[in-house]
């Protein structure tokens, strides 16, 4: 079976630093796959072994079957974070040089694009920004699509709407990996791959990276005096409105709590993708 | 209400940039500032502190030296040490000797900067600048402490990492007010303001703005847009019927918190 793309047991060093570790990864057609790390994780080195833009100290990289080359690259496309446009161009500019940098070969430009193709790039607000860097890097119809941090900045119901525009082209057969380390934009994606320190620690959809992993809730009518008493205590806490989420065993917290002389409801529950991602990797 | 604007409007020439915005503070809590790129959000922190005047209406705050503001663009000193940059604002506030060395410890311990007090700003990630700078507002104990955008680009452990620092001071009595484009920083608030175009479309507390919808919500899988008032939610969509008649096909589900701001967003759209 090939895939669009398949990485064996890559890593890459620079120098005596080890950026990514052994990484395997496959992207299928139709789906979203997540790339979570922490800055400094290896994600964008990991990317550019993926473009062919660095050559692995180990492992292999395919492209459609084969070593990456000119040929595969012109099979991708790829939206950095920084979106990559020329801000004092217009959007029309922008995609005719793109298209000529892929010569040629981009077909008629959406409607969402062509009501703005007089406005300079610099001039639009970011949710349009990134929704014209997206047509273009879609305009030569690659396969496989390379999102650093798509939704960065932009609100609610724009988020959505781009995560639109990404579903549209997995509907079509295309492949996205997304990097990104907005567990909120994580969720969206169908399965997830966390770096952390060059390697693949764990990968599953967001459920299943969830797993068992726990919290306890602590409901307390004086949560202030609660939230002290535990921080003095060493626990990690995090405030929800009231409600104090906390990592460690429940007798202990429990134990704190009482000792403090804190009438307070406490309960496991699962932890969400932020919580279980700082447990995975906070102490690393 | 402790501080905050009360029916407040802002105009940058002829550009509305906040329109009868009331956004209140209570004493101890989080309040959160939602909406995307050019919402309005900055102008509201910005009007807040002082810094910008407002056309009409009424602003609340304490003194300036009880205020603590991180703007959305702070970083750093880049050529002093973190160190250096936090003892330079504390001796702003008039703070030095053995109490501001012990307050700036403890804060800089909190967010896991402490090894690296040594280091200069520019030599700092994008989240450890973040993280250095909203210790360097907090360093006065203020009593108000305005955020903007603290973790905007800040990778899940430092934001982690930053919302315990700021629970905790919320918990000791100091109003924190911050601005994201997240909705899970805005659930977790004691109070959000959801803001677009420089009109807010709700507000109150998460519960409070989740209860407030009407209408059925419902989820298919993925394909053509299901209805006009359909957004993707992972491989599928969400639906709002507004009526409280869903399609036939869709699945009903109750709707979270997401869901009422996406939903209040489409309303101001078509408004």
Not at chain 1, 11 to 23: E, H, R
Request: proline share 5%; charged share 20%.
């Amino acid at each position: 079976m090939t895939f669009l793309a398949e990485a064996a047991g890559i890593s890459k060093c620079f120098g005596g630093v080890v950026a990514v570790d052994s990484v395997d990864l496959v992207i299928d057609e139709r789906e979203v796959v997540g790339l979570i790390g922490a800055n400094g994780a290896g994600k964008t080195t990991f990317i550019r072994l993926l473009l062919g833009l660095l050559r692995p100290s180990a492992g292999t990289v395919r492209l459609f079957g084969a070593p990456p080359s000119t040929a595969t690259r012109r099979r991708v496309g790829y939206v950095p974070q920084s979106l990559g446009m020329y801000a004092d161009l217009t959007v029309g500019e922008n995609w005719r040089f793109a298209s000529a940098a892929f010569g040629g070969r981009c077909g008629p430009m959406p409607d969402g694009v062509a009501v703005r193709e007089a406005s300079l790039v610099g001039s639009l607000p970011l949710g349009d920004k990134r929704l014209v860097a997206f047509a273009i890097a879609l305009a030569h119809s690659p396969e496989l699509l390379i999102l650093d941090e798509p939704t960065s900045g932009v609100g609610p119901l724009g988020r959505a709407r781009l995560w639109e525009e990404i579903r549209e082209t997995t509907d079509r057969g295309v492949g996205v990996l997304v990097t990104t380390h907005n567990l909120e934009e994580a969720e969206q994606c169908d399965r997830l791959v966390i770096m952390a320190d060059g390697r693949a620690v764990l990968s599953g959809t967001a459920a299943e990276i969830v797993g068992d992993h726990k919290v306890i809730e602590v409901r307390c009518r004086n949560w202030s005096k609660a939230l002290a008493v535990l921080e003095r205590s060493g626990f990690a806490v995090q405030l929800h409105a009231e409600v104090l989420r906390v990592v460690g065993p429940v007798s202990a917290v429990a134990g704190s709590l009482s000792e403090g002389n804190l009438d307070a409801r406490v309960e496991v529950v699962t932890a969400n993708l932020e919580e279980t991602f700082v447990a995975l990797v906070g102490n690393r | 209400m402790r501080w905050g604007l009360e029916g407040v409007s802002v105009h940058f020439g002829r550009k509305v940039a906040l329109d009868e915005v009331t956004v209140p503070v209570d004493a101890s809590g989080i309040t959160v500032v939602i909406g995307g790129d050019g919402a309005g959000k900055s102008t509201v922190l910005r009007t807040l502190v002082g810094l910008v005047r407002p056309d009409s209406g009424v602003v609340s705050r304490p003194p300036k030296r009880a205020t603590g503001y991180l703007p959305a663009t702070a970083g750093l000193y880049a050529d002093l040490t973190v160190d250096e940059n936090c003892k330079f604002s504390a001796s702003a506030y008039g703070l030095r000797g053995a109490d501001c060395e012990r307050r700036k410890n403890e804060l800089l311990e909190q967010v896991g900067l402490n090894a690296a007090s040594d280091r200069l700003g520019g030599q700092l990630s994008g989240g450890m600048q973040r993280k250095a700078a909203v210790v360097i507002a907090l360093l006065h104990s203020p009593e108000l402490l305005v955020l903007d955008e603290p973790t905007t680009g800040v990778d899940p452990v430092s934001r982690s990492e930053l919302w315990r620092l700021i629970s905790g001071v919320a918990a000791q009595g100091t109003s924190v007010v911050l601005a994201t484009t997240y909705v899970n920083e805005a659930a977790r608030a004691n109070s959000a303001v959801l803001l677009e175009a420089g009109k807010v479309l709700a507000a109150g507390s998460p519960e409070a703005i989740l209860r407030s919808v009407t209408g059925a919500f419902g989820s298919a899988v993925g394909g053509s847009r299901p209805t006009p008032q359909s957004w993707r939610r992972g491989a599928g969509w969400r639906i709002w019927a507004p009526s409280g008649v869903l399609p036939e096909g869709v699945t009903p589900l109750q709707p979270d918190f997401e869901d009422a701001v996406v939903v209040a967003e489409l309303v101001g759209e078509a408004r």
